[in-house]
């Protein structure tokens, strides 16, 4: 069964830290780039970070300096480490799993992450 299963979201304060992880199962994990994506209350669902086999990674602006993508190809998980947060980061964060290529998609069900005081 091809799945993604995040975890890690919750309620934390400005500035302070949250470790997303994202399960992959089902997939031949080398063959993806997996990304982290966010989706705010009335908003698009925008790309946060991205990271191919080999260790190659992107940011979106607002986040470079902030937030670290990592994975474990052996383990066949993703992670995005979150410092410095602050309350424009609220959203729900989707882990993606890209083909690299067939381009197919595959998605997680999201996690809550809140920031606020």
């Known amino acids: 069964q091809v799945q993604l299963v995040e975890s890690g979201g919750g309620l934390v304060q400005p500035g302070g830290s949250l470790r997303l992880s994202c399960a992959a199962s089902?997939?031949?994990?080398?063959?993806?780039?997996m990304g982290w994506y966010r989706q705010a209350p009335g908003k698009q669902r925008e790309l946060v970070a991205a990271i191919i086999s080999g260790g190659s990674t992107n940011y979106a602006d607002s986040v470079k300096g902030r937030f670290t993508i990592s994975r474990d190809n052996r383990r066949n998980m993703v992670y995005l480490q979150m410092n410095s947060l602050k309350p424009e980061d609220t959203a729900v964060y989707y882990c993606?799993?890209?083909?690299?290529?067939?381009?197919?998609?595959?998605w997680g069900q999201g996690t809550q992450v809140t920031v606020s005081s």
């Open positions: 993606n799993a890209r083909h690299t290529i067939t381009s197919r998609d595959i």
């Open positions: 089902g997939i031949i994990f080398s063959n993806y780039a």
